[in-house]
């Protein structure tokens, strides 16, 4: 059962009271303790903060204390600030994005109004055993490991690992990595692509999405893996994409035949 959320801001303040007996500064006690209470519930979505100066005298903190801790959690997309009005917890975005078709991240945030955008985390040529077996590929098979943040709006939705089967597409291997992959796959591979295979399973955040998602403790996550076949047979992409699980939720359209 979720803790109900706190509205008095005197209950908030002795929540964030800071323990002078830790060696851990106070805006970053102050930072987690936030972030923890917003990813709890305790602090719900849209309910307005304290001013810098407000918090910090009920605190007993500087201005800086409170203005850092507020920042880095802005920079994490928890807060916004509203000019005179102060500060607020930033609500996710909420994202029902329709199952049932082979489509791309930058396709579904267009079709639901957002403006998608990628921050590249990793990208290597590599070999791996478990990988290619996924495939139905030799051992020494070589693929293109992309990891990637996608994100909707500015805000990250999803961190993305994929891999791509240089066998079946060697071009991949110098592809600048902008735009869609299955738009480079059809225009300069000359791969039409057939269908995908998707399975959604819950799943709890990784050290890596933590970061990704500026969670401060492990929170739920929806984990889809897909491989993608082309028209020939051919698995050319395999994706293990985990979405944070306060923004995303996958419908499907079900007919009675």
């Not at 480079?184 to 959604?200: K, M, N, P, V, Y």
Request: glycine share 8%; net charge neutral.
């Amino acid at each position: 059962m979720s803790t109900p959320p706190i509205h008095s801001k005197a209950d908030l303040a002795v929540q964030l009271a800071p323990d002078r007996s830790l060696a851990e500064p106070s805006y970053q006690q102050l930072r987690r303790k936030i972030q923890a209470m917003i990813e709890s519930g305790e602090i719900a979505s849209g309910q307005s903060l304290p001013s810098e100066r407000a918090l910090a005298e009920s605190l007993g903190l500087s201005r800086v204390t409170v203005r850092r801790a507020y920042a880095e959690l802005r920079a994490a997309n928890l807060l916004e600030t509203h000019g005179r009005a102060g500060v607020s917890v930033k609500t996710p975005p909420q994202l029902t994005p329709q199952l049932g078709r082979l489509k791309g991240f930058t396709e579904e945030m267009r079709e639901l109004g957002m403006e998608p955008s990628t921050r590249m985390l990793e990208r290597s040529v590599t070999t791996d055993r478990t990988i290619a077996s996924i495939f139905g590929r030799p051992s020494t098979a070589r693929f293109l490991r992309l990891v990637r943040l996608r994100l909707g709006d500015g805000v990250p939705l999803s961190r993305e690992v994929a891999w791509y089967d240089l066998t079946a597409a060697p071009e991949l291997e110098h592809w600048n990595v902008e735009g869609s992959a299955y738009r480079f796959l059809a225009e300069r591979c000359g791969i039409a692509l057939s269908h995908g295979e998707q399975s959604i399973e819950a799943a709890m955040s990784s050290a890596e999405e933590m970061a990704a998602f500026g969670y401060a403790e492990p929170m739920p996550c929806l984990l889809m893996k897909r491989k993608t076949f082309s028209r020939a047979g051919q698995i050319v992409e395999y994706v293990e994409g985990t979405f944070r699980g306060d923004a995303y939720a996958y419908r499907l359209t079900l007919r009675l035949d």
